[in-house]
Each structure stands twice: as C-alpha cells, then as structure tokens.
C-alpha cells in the first residue's frame, strides 16, 4: 500500500513501505508539522483573479503554501482578487493583507457557497480565521473577529461607546469627511486650559478658563477682517478692544 498524506501534506506512511527512509521521511513530516504551527509565508498574489494556495505534499518548503500558520498577502492590485485552498483544509490562519491599491481580497475555499472573508477595499488589517472543512462541497471559512473592530496603529475604525481617559491628542480633530474641525496648539509648559461642562436641565453649558493662576482670561481673536459674532435672547456683557457684531437682541 503506498503512503497518503494529509489535506496539509504530511505523508502518512503505510506499513511496511518506506525502508530504510523512515527518518528522513518522519523528520520532514516534523517539519511541515512546525510549519503549520507556526510558520511564515509571504504571498505573492495575482494582481486580478484568483490565487490557489497550494498543497505540495510530503514538503517542507514555501511550496506547501496551504501548511503555513502565518500568511502575509503582498502584491499591487488591478482588481478584487480571490485566495483560495482545497475544500479538505481544516486549520486556522493569522493573515495579513499587505496588498497595495484600493480592491478587496476575499479567501475561500476553492469552490463551493460556504461562507468566506474579506478584506475590503483600503483594509489593510490582520484576520485570524478558521477553515473548517466542514461540508464536502460548501464548508465554510470564518473570521475570528479578532481585529474586527479593534483598534490599530494603522486602521481605520469607527468608535462607539468607547470612554477615552485623558487621550491624547495631536494637532487637530476632524470630521467624519477628514476635514478639519479643530486645530490644537500644545504649550509644553501649559498650566491653564478650558473646561467645558454639560448641564442638566434649564441649566446652561459652559466654556470656563480653568487652570494653575488664579486669574485667567478667555481669547478669542477672528482671523483677518472676520467679526466675533454672538448670537443670544438676552443681552451679554461685553468687553473687547476687537470688533464684536452681536446679533439677536
């Protein structure tokens, strides 16, 4: 009986055969066995269409693309592109989307209406998923969800009902176009600041000079020939030496 091998290349040896190779044949197999542990595969995809990772069996080289733990997808893109494996794969993946170019990057099996994953266009994101050759002709690969969501030093994610303590922040924030909304000027030996309150009920927001001095004033300085313009029911005091347009009284 000849030898079969694994949907990830080990050679599995039938008795009897093999003799005097054993050895070399069980240290390979140890081999590939470390790769899909933990080893690293960069991938160079197609730029369109599709790339298959392959099963080489019986080699512990970078040409068992399929018997890699950690894979990290490279190439500049013309298209969406899709990566796929052989329908018997079950093992789990760490991938990194490295590709360059705004088109998406969809693993999956080879065949089959199992479900898949994707990276979509501009993410740039590492995915921990699962294959799970769990149906013959559509099993499905999963995303984790670890990453999904999460912050990262070069995502871009959308927070919600996050407390941020004392964040800091670097020189302006923007709106949700990119565009600017503040710009921030840091003072290395800054002891006062502004205070903004809430309020409850018929009580009013506040903007207050808070800080280490026990008197601090408030400026506010228009650009070029631009006015400060205050809009109210009732009328405020005032003190400027600027221009000063109060509208609504």
Do not use: C
Request: no cysteine; net charge negative; charged share 10%.
């Amino acid at each position: 009986m000849a030898s079969t091998y694994t949907p990830l290349g080990v050679e599995l040896m039938a008795t009897g055969e093999n003799a005097g190779t054993w050895g070399t044949k069980t240290n390979t197999g140890l081999q590939i066995i470390e790769q899909f542990s933990g080893g690293y595969l960069s991938q160079a995809l197609n730029t369109t269409g599709a790339t298959t990772l392959a099963v080489s069996d019986g080699a512990a080289t970078d040409a068992n693309q399929v018997g890699h733990r950690i894979l990290n997808f490279t190439a500049a893109l013309a298209g969406n592109v899709t990566v796929t494996i052989p329908l018997d794969v079950q093992t789990f993946y760490i991938i990194k989307n490295s590709t360059t170019n705004s088109y998406s990057v969809e693993f999956k099996y080879v065949s089959g209406s199992g479900s898949s994953v994707t990276w979509a266009s501009g993410d740039r994101g590492t995915k921990i998923v699962y294959a799970t050759a769990n149906d013959g002709t559509n099993p499905d690969i999963v995303d984790a969800g670890f990453g999904t969501g999460d912050v990262t030093l070069t995502g871009t994610q959308t927070l919600t009902n996050k407390t941020l303590t004392a964040p800091k922040i670097g020189t302006s924030i923007l709106d949700t176009g990119g565009n600017e909304l503040f710009l921030l000027t840091a003072t290395g030996s800054a002891v006062n600041e502004l205070t903004y309150a809430n309020a409850a009920a018929s009580g009013a927001p506040s903007f207050t000079a808070t800080g280490g001095d026990t008197n601090i004033g408030i400026t506010l300085a228009a650009k070029g020939t631009g006015v400060i313009q205050l809009t109210s029911s009732m009328n405020p005091t005032i003190s400027t030496t600027g221009k000063a347009m109060i509208l609504g009284f």
